[in-house]
């Protein structure tokens, strides 16, 4: 399985862009990169995945470096209701439990 | 439409005893997963069904453990001897799997159970 680095911890202005790293550098080439979030007492939120091209959607952004050892997640303009704990995870496609959580990046946005 | 619904929301139990966590999957989702967290911990994996495929029981963490799923919908997740470490949130989530292509949906989680073991 391929592992996910993140950092501990991180914050973020209200009103900027938030921008999480992810390493991945033991990545297959069928592994999915997906991005969850987790505020407290809540079970986990999907934001967005990708193979490989960059991807956008109504919550955030996600860059895939062009070797896909490492990836960011963007929130473009930060609210305090996205301070959470942001998880990156790589999947293989047709699996079924390799699904492994590691222990993600707190977010804190601040006023 | 409804998401995954999980019950009870918070469960306090007598050390020994055996308790019974229930997870109402997402509509047509094919896949359901159990996951735990323990406190300020990331997700442990525990089982996971798909179908009628046999269920892949690799993360359970001993025999005290256990999980079945009935109709291919509903599923429940078995503590029996209840310890102490057994004390975290059990999460429940579903995906619909897409067959004949390389792309999976993603997981769609309840907000999970509570189990205090005292």
């Known amino acids: 399985d391929a592992k996910t680095t993140q950092p501990p911890s991180m914050d973020c202005a209200e009103g900027r862009a938030a921008n999480l790293p992810c390493n991945h550098s033991t990545i297959s080439g069928n592994e999915y990169v997906y991005w969850y979030r987790q505020i407290h007492s809540q079970g986990p939120q999907y934001i967005i995945h990708?193979?490989?091209n960059n991807e956008t959607n109504e919550m955030a952004s996600l860059i895939i470096t062009e070797d896909r050892k490492s990836s960011t997640l963007i929130l473009p303009h930060a609210t305090l209701r996205d301070t959470a704990v942001y998880y990156c995870i790589v999947r293989v496609v047709g699996s079924g439990n390799q699904f492994y959580f590691g222990t993600g990046t707190s977010l804190t946005v601040i006023p | 439409g409804a998401g995954v619904s999980q019950s009870p929301s918070n469960k306090v139990t007598e050390k020994g005893k055996d308790v019974e966590l229930r997870c109402d999957p997402i509509?047509?989702?094919?896949?359901l997963y159990w996951y735990r967290q323990s406190l300020g911990q990331g997700l442990e994996f525990l089982i996971y069904f798909q179908g009628n495929s046999a269920p892949d029981k690799s993360g359970l963490p001993s025999d005290r453990f256990s999980a079945e799923r009935t109709g291919g919908s509903v599923s429940t997740l078995t503590i029996q001897r209840t310890q102490q470490e057994d004390s975290a949130v059990y999460l429940c989530?579903?995906?619909?799997?897409?067959?004949?292509?390389?792309?999976?949906?993603?997981?769609?989680f309840g907000n999970g159970t509570r189990l205090t073991v005292t």
């Open positions: 990708g193979l490989k």
């Open positions: 989530a579903s995906s619909l799997v897409v067959g004949g292509s390389s792309y999976n949906s993603p997981l769609h």
């Open positions: 509509s047509g989702h094919t896949a």
